[in-house]
């Protein structure tokens, strides 16, 4: 029974890729990756089930071109979210590596996966995606709120696609808070991370769309460190580690660009005083500065996003073993 599960679906595969899958199969079997998942497993849920759902992607031949070392890292960085591969979950990406020539395996989290977190962290959270003649009116101020009213009849396509939004429900208090992107908001991230031709935006669009507005929405929640971790380390996969560091140009600086004298570049002080930090204490104080920041529109999102990764690094430079955007 055992080798039929394994080469079941693998009618007309040639000999040495079947060969493979059976390995990975066998590889995904042995004591040492099992104890290393239930290390790095971070859920209630079985680690076995995950296990199980891996092995069944390497007999549908999902790894079949890529290293094994890369399915090792994509399988370590998803036991660490504890999220069980499933439709809109999480997704598993081949990719080819410019620097290597190597094609490997990326994982990401999806959709679905990033409400289960939100869940895990303390949130109930969902989200919607506006398509043109839907009803759509978002109210701003004392009482917030949106009203969506969706067309249900006809064909719903990506190009239709006007807005996205995601709305948490806090804890017990049932307060709600949520954020509406746009069209061209979502296109520009999208665009500018180079994750337009990933399949998971070609072939679920409507989708990534939400999961961008959890994304941009998931800063103003305070969720548990496991469940914060997963996140950050999946905005690290697609953002990257190193963005340029955007600041506002003072008077002098632009007086001095006026006259032709290069201005020197303003320091995000959020960064400096995160570079600077002994304890976990001073961070948690950088952190809350750095919202309140934000928040009154002294510093913009890209600001706020460079200071919180230098948070988490200098965190796990302090406390070994932890990682997280929210310190």
Known sequence: MGN?????????????????????????????????????????????????????????????????????????????????????????????????GQKE?????????YLDLMR?????????VVYKDDVFKVRQGTNPGIKHEPKIDGERKPEDVIAAYAVAVVGDTKEKIFEVMNRAEIERI????????????QNGYAEMCKKTAVMRLRKYCPIDASANEAIVDDERRIFG???????????????????????????????????????????DEIYENATVAIDSGAIDADEYETAIRELSERKRILEPGTFGGRV
């Open 4 to 100: 039929y599960l394994v080469n079941s679906g693998n009618y007309g595969v040639a000999p040495q890729t079947l060969e493979k899958r059976n390995q990975i199969v066998a590889w995904l079997n042995s004591q040492d990756v099992i104890e290393k998942v239930k290390d790095s497993w971070a859920s209630d849920v079985s680690p076995e089930l995950f296990l199980t759902a891996m092995k069944s992607l390497a007999n549908l031949g999902n790894f079949d071109e890529v290293s094994i070392k890369s399915i090792y890292i994509a399988l370590i960085e998803a036991a660490k979210t504890g999220l069980v591969p499933s439709t809109g979950r999480v997704y598993f990406i081949p990719r080819n590596n410019r620097k290597t």
């Open 105 to 113: 395996l990326n994982f990401q989290i999806g959709y679905q996966g």
């Open 120 to 128: 895990r962290g303390g949130f109930v959270c969902y989200a919607g």
């Open 190 to 201: 999208r665009q500018k991370y180079s994750m337009g031709a990933s399949p998971a935006w």
């Open 241 to 283: 580690d190193s963005e340029p560091v955007k600041t506002k140009t003072s008077g002098a600086a632009q007086l001095k660009k006026k006259l032709g004298v290069a201005p020197q570049p303003e320091e995000n002080p959020f960064v400096l005083a995160a570079q600077n930090a002994t304890t976990i204490e001073e961070l």
